[in-house]
């Protein structure tokens, strides 16, 4: 197979979570890694692209992830990079499935002349962050780059958790509901408009939080009935749906009424004209749920403090697989996937 | 107790692994992350300034560990910075005594406008790299900044291991034999040489590789004599073995005409004026082994391709507990541990 490789430098879209940084793994990373004879099998690996991986031992899965927080700027309205990456974290393994959280590694890079007390604002915010997700910090790593080769701090976090049960993106069937667990584009609105001077009144706050609980209660509450879960960052909503749907080879229709939008993020977003569905989220989940189960996890969702904004927000189709298609008041038109120009560091 | 913080910004020498990247990790990181209740009891984490973590599952130990890899250029003689970022995380794996990897994390950060030739030229020796320790990349992230706010690439990579014994870097005994797999001060001097322009008949090459193998040859060739074992990175030698003698409680007396050093190394050295015990090593590991044991240990290593320059370098004693003494042609003296200003992003 011959692979057409549409840029030779890499740019600001390929880290935007849309098409284009798709494309760039497809084309870069599974290249080099996918097909390597050295991985064990059995395992979820790259090639599912899904929130993690999973490996089988004994008669549990061991699931493994990582992500790199480059956030700008590093403190902003409801949160800090350290409360992300943490939350980013714990919320991979819960999309995953896996939600004991057995611990996290910090691996923080630093730009000479960062202000220490910065430093250890983040840290704490950290540990708070651990807390509430019930896990710690276990091991680390501090690297220093120059003044002007790093624009500030990045932090890397990986987590390592333990589960009977694998959750997939993949797994949505004809027929589940879609629910999200909360207000939608809190977050990436609320970056957005800090770093651009917009909410001068600052009502908007980032959702940034740790959600494994809030996940855990969804999976008692909905035993075996739970098909799909992933995290709407990067890309917002639609770019999540897209990768369900196409991964689970159905189609989903959203009703843009059931969509929960504060209206803070709605005036910020007719202002410069940014869809919220488009928008990274850093502390909700979008659930693929057997139709019979909705009421007990609704009842569950909305019992817990993170999931009280919950809501059906579409259901699954054998038609158009693949595609996500909005129903307005005004009809029905199919949602296009982001390629994913829109918003630098937002995560 | 009050901790007393000696600078109010981060510097470069807080990255340099020496005493001053010490004291950051103790005033910052363990302060925020060192007394969590959180964290599960029993295991090896934080506070311990291992390698890498350690959490007990039933009979086993699943070994976690993370590093962000800055190196300044990416490509040097010898590696590149994918190569480092595999062997770097596989064998802090090894140092902890867990030599066969279930699977790497790759967590790239590119500057807007890098080389997607160069970009796929990393990722395929990572995979090289990978195969030569017998383990793959089996999840990832990526994220883009924007021109000027990061030079060009760093990758993070944290691995996990099984392993039904630990070893730990604060195992020594008196009369323990210190073993250095191999030549020193190799990475460090090819990555400065090259930076610099001084090594102009290119002889310089780093050591940089996986070493998983190789220590689990020594394991084997030796079972339960090997004491302690850490690999000599960003610091060099004299770094990781005053860390050794400080948490084992030992003293360390070193034969300076015992340390192997490449002619190559040993010019540079003395031209530029650093010595070779305090430059970092990416392919190396020091072994602590009871006297007993060090014949069978020596053959195995030497019988492997990346111990054929290992040798008996020092021992252990009880005097002086904490401090490393060289023996040279002269007399003795004592080896100061290095604060950490010499050579940024070498890693």
Redesign the interface.
């Known amino acids: 197979m011959s692979i057409v490789?549409d840029?030779?430098?890499?740019?600001?879209?390929?880290?935007?979570g849309g098409r284009a940084?798709r494309r760039?793994?497809e084309q870069?990373?599974l290249?080099?890694?996918q097909t390597?004879p050295?991985?064990?099998a059995g395992?979820i690996?790259?090639a599912e692209m899904d929130d993690?991986?999973a490996?089988r031992?004994?008669d549990r899965w061991?699931v493994?992830?990582?992500?790199?927080?480059?956030i700008?700027p590093p403190f902003f309205p409801g949160g800090d990079i350290g409360r992300l990456a943490v939350s980013g974290t714990v919320n991979d393994l819960a999309m995953m499935g896996a939600t004991e959280v057995?611990?996290l590694?910090?691996?923080?890079?630093?730009?000479?002349?960062?202000?220490?007390?910065s430093?250890?604002r983040i840290?704490?915010s950290?540990?708070d962050a651990?807390?509430e997700a019930?896990?710690?910090?276990?091991?680390?790593?501090?690297?220093?780059?120059?003044k002007?080769?790093?624009?500030g701090i990045?932090i890397?976090t990986?987590g390592?958790a333990?589960t009977t049960r694998v959750v997939r993106d993949s797994g949505l069937r004809p027929g589940d509901a879609i629910v999200v667990t909360g207000t939608i584009g809190d977050h990436g609105m609320a970056v957005m408009s800090t770093r651009h001077g917009l909410d001068l009144d600052m009502q908007l706050r980032s959702d940034v939080a740790p959600i494994n609980r809030l996940i855990q209660a969804a999976r008692d509450a909905a035993p075996d009935a739970i098909s799909a879960l992933k995290d709407p960052t990067r890309g917002g909503v639609s770019t999540a749906l897209h990768e369900m749907a196409a991964k689970s080879g159905v189609g989903i229709e959203i009703d843009e009424a059931a969509l929960p939008v504060r209206d803070a993020v709605r005036g910020i977003a007719e202002l410069i004209g940014i869809d919220p569905l488009l928008v990274a989220n850093e502390g909700k989940a979008l659930i693929g749920v057997h139709a019979d189960a909705v009421a007990p996890l609704m009842a569950a969702l909305h019992a817990h403090p993170l999931g009280v904004d919950a809501a059906v927000i579409g259901r699954c189709t054998e038609d158009h697989p693949g595609m996500v298609v909005l129903t307005t008041g005004f009809g029905r038109r199919l949602l296009a996937e982001p390629d994913g120009e829109l918003l630098?560091?937002i995560c």
Chains 1, 2 share one sequence.
């Not at 493994?64 to 480059?70: E, R």
């Open positions: 490789v840029d030779d430098r890499v740019l600001l879209k390929h880290g935007a940084m760039l793994i870069s990373f290249r080099a890694f390597d050295v991985c064990p395992m690996g790259l993690g991986a490996i031992i004994d061991l493994l992830t990582t992500d790199s927080h480059v700008q057995l611990g590694t910090c691996s923080v890079i630093l730009e000479d002349g960062f202000p220490r007390a430093l250890d840290l704490m950290m540990r651990c807390r019930g896990t710690c910090v276990i091991t680390g790593d501090t690297k220093v780059m120059g002007g080769e790093l624009d990045v890397n990986a390592v333990l630098p560091r």
